[in-house]
């Protein structure tokens, strides 16, 4: 099911009679049900995208259509109801619990004093509910860690109802469970409740583990969409990495140096192997490891250096670094 | 939101408090009158004194009404323009309102004397004074909202609104340059702020107006809680931004500029106490802080009316003296005792 849709969108600013293009000839769908993530280098004009399809700033050429009708049809108050954001501004008020800034939520569906029915009532204790921040709901905002915030913040744009959910980079700043939990929440909202769900992401690890589709954004190129498993295979993932010396692994999942210039030969345990290379790529120049052998035990770790008659052994990977430097 | 019933108990002994202050402000002055016949007196009772009928209903009633007026006047822009601006240091006058009265006010007596006839010769000059001062907040409202409609940016609003104010400022010290020491007298005297100048006449008019100044902000309640999230959030909520810009100037210029118009600039009233208001009722939310800040300042305005009047003294003190002397501590105290960003 198409929920969002773009023909030939053309994104940037307009100030007076000068207009600034930031992206041309976009074309996506966003799905209902579905975890879409948004990846591209900074500038490349996601938040101005974002910005687009949330209707505060005008295209420069092109169309979005909100279910088969164009965004200008929408009212700003009708849009409200439809799409819901969660941004990266920070919220610097701490005078409001968290139950109450999920209620804030309701804003766009309230009478002007900003009443809640019980129907309010109840879509706001959904929202809690669904992001299990049940236990914080008593708790000033000012009290909360980054994670907690986070989730308040995805539970207030839940408890808007729109069925598009927009996310700005959620996870910056959150430590890795948090990133992880928060990934696999939007992931669970937009299977449970239908909920169109578009993400803007630069951890693509996560990513790659969590989202349905992929759109992948880079300057002067068509944005890319698929499957982020089949972006991978056909190689296309490596639109986000314009430079000569990285490159996506398939194989480990992960960005690393495409070169591996680094060719010393270490005998042993893989894992282990691993990681002596890699702090001696951190720490070590090359020129002084053309002479020496290296081979590791494990269990306990021993590291045994062989340099022409010399051998040495060491019972930590930070005393051959101090020996080598 | 939640928690009714202890903002139930809060409101109305807030209510019980400024009823008693109200009382208690009303037996201080010049003349010392027993709380106890002042509360008879609304109960049907008579004075026991003729003279305390004419100096209580005649004199004190006014300037007690108007206190509360302006309390809340100044209170509720204040808290308008503290949300809107998201900066906790801003107060009613920081587009400057209270400049462009006092600009207002000091053509008048410039004009006033070269032709010749004085300011404060009855009810005609209190007139004369209101609408000078009026017609000076206007103007500078005008500005504002041209360069609302130009700028689109809050931030760049409130720097351009204070410039104004500065400007306006300096010709008012241009103008006090020239000026003679019996203008410059009466000047100061004004920008001292009074809240015993108002007669009933005057009275109703500061009435009308606050009630105009204040429908706007009553409709605007639900957006002013969206703006707590900035911007950005309001808008994706629904909230018209531009509108809400609009509603604010036009809201807080006819609150801030009645009350500097009818008791001249009074300070702190409008910075201080929509903090108390937060602090007390522990919200952010302005179905409860625009009351709350209404009463807090009618409160707080009839306080310091009362110390103004130096009980047990014939002496009264500058209203505007009274209030920064209060303010200042208060605001002082608010910014050690509280982490204000984390609060706000």
Known sequence: MVNLQSKNLNIGYQSGKKSKAIAEDLNFNLEKGKLTCLLGPNGVGKSTLIKTIMGQVSPLGGEIFLEGKPLTFYSQKALAKKIAVVLTEKITTGNLTVGQLVALGRIPHTGWLGKLSIEDQNKVEQAISQTHIGYIRNQPLSECSDGQLQKTMIARAMAQDGEILILDEPTAHLDLVNRFEIMHLLRKIAKESKKAVLVVTHDLEIAIEAADVFWLMQCGQPLVTGLPEDLIINGQINLLLPSDRLSFNPKSGKVQPKIDEFAIQIEGPEATVQWVQAALKKHISIDKLQTVQIRVEENPLRILLKQGEMEKEFLGIGGLLEFLD | ?344
């Not at chain 2, 809060?10 to 202050?21: D, E, T, W, Y």
């Not at chain 2, 308008?80 to 008048?108: E, W």
Request: proline fraction near 3%; glycine fraction near 10%; charged fraction near 10%.
């Open chain 2, 1 to 344: 939101m939640k928690n009714k019933s202890p903002n139930t108990i809060l409101f109305a002994s807030g209510l019980f408090l400024c009823i008693l202050v109200f009382w208690v402000n009303l037996s201080i002055g010049s003349v010392a009158i027993p709380v106890g016949e002042v509360i008879g007196r609304f109960f049907g009772q008579e004075f026991s004194k003729r003279s305390w009928e004419t100096i209580v209903i005649g004199y004190r009633l006014p300037k007690a009404f108007t206190a509360i007026l302006a309390g809340i006047t100044l209170s509720i822009s204040g808290l308008q323009m503290q949300t809107f601006f998201r900066n906790p240091l801003a107060g009613p006058f920081v587009l400057g309102i209270s400049s462009g009265a006092g600009l207002g006010v000091a053509l008048l007596i410039m004009a006033g004397s070269a032709f010749g006839w004085s300011v404060y010769s009855g009810g005609l000059g209190l007139w004369a004074i209101i609408i000078s001062a009026s017609a000076g907040a206007v103007l500078v409202l005008l500005l504002m909202s041209l360069t609302a409609w130009k700028v689109k940016d809050s931030m760049t609003l409130l720097i351009v609104g204070l410039m104004f104010g500065s400007a306006v400022s300096a010709l008012i010290s241009l103008l006090a340059f020239f000026s003679n020491a019996e203008q410059l007298k009466l000047f100061t005297v004004w920008s001292m702020g009074s809240l015993g100048s108002t007669q009933t006449n005057q009275l109703i008019g500061f009435l009308i107006a606050s009630l105009i100044g204040i429908i706007p902000m009553m409709l605007m309640l639900k957006s002013y809680n969206a703006m707590l999230l900035g911007e950005a959030y309001a808008e994706s909520m629904g909230v018209n931004i531009n509108k809400l810009r609009w509603t604010m100037i036009i809201s807080t210029g006819i609150l801030a500029g009645s009350a500097t118009a009818f008791c001249g600039p009074i300070a702190f009233i409008g910075i201080a106490v929509p903090h108390m208001a937060r602090l007390v009722f522990r919200t952010g939310d302005h179905s409860v802080l625009f009351p709350a800040s209404a009463l807090i300042g009618a409160i707080v305005l009839l306080v310091c009316d009362a110390i103004s009047q130096l009980p047990g003294s014939a002496q009264t003190l500058p209203i505007n003296a009274v209030t920064s002397l209060v303010g200042a501590p208060m605001v002082i105290w608010l910014i050690l005792r509280r982490n204000f960003s984390k609060e706000f």
